[in-house]
C-alpha cells in the first residue's frame, strides 16, 4: 500500500496521483528504479483535482510526518513532462510548475524526503517557472536528492528555487538539507533587459537550521543561453543557522547569499569552493513588506577554503562585467539606516582564499576581497575581515611588467 505499483501505476503513466494515493492512504511513499514521468499536459488537464494529479501534495488530509523515499538519487528519478501545465489559482492559470508542494495555508511538519533525482526538464518547460520541493512546516528534511535542469519561466515573474521548505519563523525547528547534490541548470535566454529572476538552489529557515555536505557543481552563467544570475544557499527566518561541510566546484554565482528577511547567530565554515565567482554576499534593498527587508546578525564565516575564478564574472546578463570576489555586499540608498541597519557584527575570520584575477588590456585586475556592488558602502564594524589567509596568483612577471606599464605611461605623460 505504500508503492505506486500498488495502486496500479505503470512506467509511462503520470506517477503523481499514484504517489499521493500512498501520501493519503499510508503517509509514505517509496519509488523504485526508473525515470518517472510527472504532471499533465492534455487538453483536459485542468478538469478534476488538478494540484493531485500535476504535482506530489499533502496537507489538505494528512499533514505531517510524510515519507517520500527513492531507490537512489542515481536510480530514481522524478521528470516533469514536457509542456507541462501549471496549476489553476484562484480560477487564473499560474506560471509556476512546482514537483512537490504542501498546502501553504498549513504548516506541515516532520515531513522525510531522500533517494531521488529531480528532473525540471525545463528545455521543453521553458514557459513555466519551475520549483522543486516547496514545503512550509518545520523539521522538514532532504536528503541524498539530486536537482537538475531547473530554471526561470518566459514570464520572468517568479524565482527558481529547487528546495524551498522551512516555516516563517526562527522559533520553530529548522529545515535540514544533508548530501544533496545540484547541477545542470536550465538554460534561460531570450530574458529581459531589466531584472532576471535568480535560480536559487536552497533556500530554508527556521531555529538550528542545518545545510551541510551537498554538494553544487558545474552550475553555469552564461550571457547568452544562461542568463539567470546563481545562488547556491540562502537563508530566510532563521537563527542559529549551521552552513558547513558543503562543496562548491566551478559555481558562477554566490555560493552563500542572502537578501531577505531577519537571520542571526549563524557560522559557515569548513565549506569548500573551487573556481567560484563569489563565495558570500550579504544584500539590503528596499521591499514593499517592511518585514522583508534583510536583517544579518552576528554571523561568524570560517575555516573556509576558497579558489576565486580567473576572468570575467557578471552579476547580470547585460551589465559590464567584473572581477570575481570573496565576499560582497549591497546597502541599498533607497532603505532608511537608521530603521534597517543590514548588517551587524558579521566577522569573517580563518579562511584560506586563493584570489584570481582577470587581464584588462595590459594591466590585471585581481579578485576583491571584500566588494560593494552598488548602494552605501559601509563602515568596518559591520563587516569584519579578521586574520584571513589571501594568495595572490597573479604572476610575477606580469606584476614586474605593469610596474613597467605604469612607468612608461608617466614618462609619456610628462612628456606630452
Not at 189 to 208: I, L, M, Q, R
Not at 325 to 337: E, I, L, Q, R, S
Not at 373 to 380: E, L, S, V
Request: net charge neutral; with cysteine; proline share 3%.
Amino acid at each position: 500500500m505504500n508503492t505506486p505499483e500498488y495502486y496500479g501505476y505503470k512506467i509511462g503513466d503520470n506517477i503523481a496521483p499514484y504517489i499521493n494515493k500512498c501520501i493519503d492512504t499510508t503517509g509514505e511513499c517509496y519509488i523504485s528504479e526508473g525515470i518517472h514521468i510527472l504532471g499533465r499536459n492534455d487538453t483536459n488537464w485542468h478538469l478534476g483535482h488538478v494540484w493531485s494529479d500535476s504535482c506530489i501534495c499533502w496537507g489538505w488530509n494528512r499533514k505531517h510526518s510524510v515519507k517520500i523515499i527513492g531507490a537512489g538519487r542515481d536510480k530514481t528519478r522524478l521528470k516533469w513532462i514536457d509542456n507541462c501545465n501549471a496549476a489553476y489559482i484562484y480560477n487564473k492559470q499560474s506560471d509556476v510548475i512546482t514537483m512537490v508542494t504542501t498546502n501553504w495555508n498549513e504548516y506541515c511538519n516532520d515531513n522525510w524526503i531522500e533517494g531521488i533525482t529531480f528532473d525540471g526538464n525545463y528545455e521543453n518547460n521553458t514557459k513555466s517557472t519551475m520549483l522543486g520541493i516547496r514545503i512550509r512546516g518545520a523539521n522538514n528534511t532532504i536528503k541524498s536528492c539530486k536537482f537538475i535542469n531547473f530554471g526561470v519561466g518566459t514570464a520572468q515573474t517568479h524565482e527558481t528555487f529547487q528546495i524551498i521548505v522551512g516555516p516563517d519563523s526562527n522559533t520553530m525547528k529548522g529545515t535540514t538539507v544533508v548530501d544533496n547534490y545540484f547541477t545542470l541548470p536550465g538554460r534561460k535566454s531570450n530574458s529581459s533587459e531589466k531584472h532576471v529572476p535568480e535560480n536559487t538552489c536552497v533556500a530554508v529557515g527556521g531555529y538550528d537550521v542545518l545545510v551541510s555536505d551537498n554538494v553544487f557543481e558545474n552550475m553555469d552563467f552564461n550571457v547568452v543561453d544562461q542568463q539567470s544570475p546563481l545562488h547556491g544557499i540562502s537563508l530566510a527566518f532563521s537563527k542559529n543557522a549551521k552552513i558547513a561541510n558543503n562543496k562548491f566546484i566551478n559555481f558562477q554565482g554566490a555560493c552563500v547569499y542572502f537578501d531577505s528577511w531577519t537571520n542571526e547567530d549563524f557560522i559557515i565554515e569548513n565549506n569548500i569552493a573551487k573556481n567560484v565567482w563569489q563565495f558570500f554576499q550579504v544584500t539590503c534593498q528596499h521591499w514593499d513588506n517592511p518585514k522583508q527587508i534583510s536583517f544579518n546578525k552576528n554571523v561568524l564565516i570560517t575555516n573556509n577554503e576558497i579558489e576565486l575564478s580567473k576572468g570575467n564574472c557578471y552579476w547580470h546578463w547585460i551589465q559590464t562585467p567584473i572581477v570575481s570576489n570573496f565576499c560582497g555586499y549591497v546597502y541599498a540608498p533607497n532603505v532608511d539606516h537608521k530603521t534597517y541597519p543590514a548588517f551587524e557584527n558579521i566577522v569573517i575570520t580563518k579562511n584560506k582564499v586563493t584570489l584570481g584575477f582577470r587581464e584588462i588590456g595590459k594591466t590585471f585586475e585581481e579578485s576583491s576581497k571584500l566588494y560593494c556592488f552598488w548602494g552605501n558602502k559601509i563602515t568596518d564594524d559591520k563587516i569584519k575581515m579578521i586574520d584571513n589567509q589571501f594568495v595572490s596568483t597573479v604572476p610575477l612577471a606580469s606584476k614586474k611588467k605593469n610596474l613597467f606599464v605604469k612607468f612608461m605611461d608617466w614618462i609619456k605623460r610628462l612628456f606630452k
